[in-house]
């Protein structure tokens, strides 16, 4: 078993950046792919970014590339989501999950282990 637990996620406005950490125990992230998910209210939960901690290689939605970055700590087995120009769309509350593969999971379903989230918010 994995445990996830997010934190990092505050208020912040416009144009400022958050950066969220992703921290894991029970297993190594080693050979998972870590996914960062978002959910505002009324909207349905959707990938954001996700990095395959095996190979270091990333993925972004249209929506945040240019503006959010995954980078991995192996010595504190974390995972961090770095975002910066903030917008008042990017609020949400925002999860990692792991699937257990070594390539980048763009499937929700394949994500096996999953954070209890961590809400932004972010002021215009």
């Known amino acids: 078993q994995m445990q996830l637990v997010e934190s990092g996620g505050a208020l912040a406005q416009a144009g400022g950046s958050l950066r969220l950490a992703c921290t894991a125990s029970g297993r190594t992230f080693g050979s998972y792919n870590v996914g960062w998910f978002r959910q505002a209210p009324g909207k349905e939960r959707a990938l954001v970014g996700a990095?395959?901690?095996?190979?270091?290689?990333?993925y972004y939605a249209d929506s945040v590339k240019g503006r959010f970055t995954s980078s991995r700590e192996t010595a504190k087995n974390t995972v961090y989501l770095q975002m910066n120009s903030l917008q008042p769309e990017d609020t949400a509350l925002y999860y990692c999950a792991a699937a257990p593969y070594i390539g980048i999971v763009y499937k929700t379903d394949y994500y096996t282990y999953w954070g209890q989230g961590t809400q932004v918010t972010v002021s215009s």
């Open positions: 990095i395959s901690c095996n190979y270091g290689s990333t």
